[in-house]
């Protein structure tokens, strides 16, 4: 097996090595007091020139390092990481229907501009989504005199079947409202069974696609009492060019 010269090195000057690293450690120290010698030939043996030799080999270690920790950010790029943040009020709204509180919830955040709310349910919880559907529609009418828009709910077949909720999500995107972008959309992906949130966040994996969730409060039980205020999953890289944000 060949080893490279620098791993020899590295192991020649390692404490593991006794007798190497105290030849190592003479021969360095002879290399040091050398090139003291050299300096002070050069700029003399007064204070003045001892504190410009001390300083200069700071600012040589300094720059050593700096070059190194650049060399070290461009073989280990730090890794994507997910960060919250309260979510920014969305015209469009995608929700996966199933506890009504949680839903109104959702839809409470963001009424002062939802324009449209598109509605995911199954079959047993389609009652409740058309139920939310009457229940918002009028009361965006009474309290703001605008007309949100909630299209018949979607509902879904195969609750178990991740890939049924990601193709109802993107024909949701590939349909929006002329002038609207990805991102005047938002899609809440609490509700409804884990395959369905699986199958909304493999839908929103687009930058220009945020998602968010709907927490709960609990009590000293760990049961949900009431749900919180949206939070925006934002997944973000520090690698230049890459910024997964909304």
């Known amino acids: 097996m060949q080893v490279r010269f620098s791993h020899a090195a590295?192991?020649?000057?390692?404490?593991?090595?006794?007798?190497?690293?105290l030849i190592g450690a003479i021969a360095m120290a002879v290399i040091g007091n050398e090139i003291t010698q050299v300096l002070n030939n050069w700029l003399g043996?007064?204070?003045?020139?001892?504190?410009?030799?001390?300083?200069?080999?700071f600012l040589v270690l300094a720059f050593c390092v700096w070059l190194l920790m650049k060399w070290l950010s461009r073989l280990t790029p730090p890794p994507d990481e997910f960060k919250q943040k309260r979510p920014d009020r969305r015209r469009g709204l995608i929700l996966l229907v199933s506890k009504p509180e949680t839903?109104?919830?959702?839809?409470?955040?963001?009424i002062p501009t939802l324009e449209r709310?598109?509605?995911?349910?199954?079959?047993?919880?389609?009652?409740?989504?058309?139920?939310l559907r009457a229940e918002f529609q009028s009361k965006v009418q009474a309290e703001f005199q605008t007309k949100l828009h909630i299209p018949d709910p979607?509902?879904?077949?195969?609750?178990?079947?991740?890939?049924?909720?990601?193709?109802r999500v993107n024909e949701i995107y590939s349909n929006l409202p002329s002038g609207w972008g990805e991102n005047d959309v938002i899609a809440d992906y609490t509700g409804m069974t884990a395959h369905g949130s699986v199958g909304m966040a493999l839908a929103c994996l687009s930058p220009s696609r945020p998602l968010q969730y709907t927490p709960g409060k609990y009590d000293s039980a760990l049961d949900?009492?009431?749900?919180?205020?949206?939070?925006?999953?934002?997944?973000?890289?520090?690698i230049e060019g890459k910024d997964y944000s909304s």
Not at 103 to 110: I, N, Y
Not at 159 to 165: A, T, W
Not at 224 to 238: F, G, K, M, N, T
């Open 117 to 131: 709310c598109w509605l995911l349910c199954s079959i047993q919880s389609l009652q409740v989504a058309e139920s």
């Open 224 to 238: 949900a009492i009431a749900p919180l205020d949206p939070i925006e999953i934002v997944l973000r890289s520090e």
């Open 103 to 110: 839903s109104r919830k959702a839809l409470d955040f963001h």
């Open 45 to 57: 043996s007064t204070t003045k020139a001892a504190l410009s030799i001390a300083v200069g080999a």
């Open 10 to 21: 590295k192991f020649f000057f390692s404490s593991d090595a006794l007798l190497p690293f």
């Open 154 to 167: 979607t509902v879904i077949n195969d609750v178990n079947n991740p890939l049924e909720f990601t193709d």
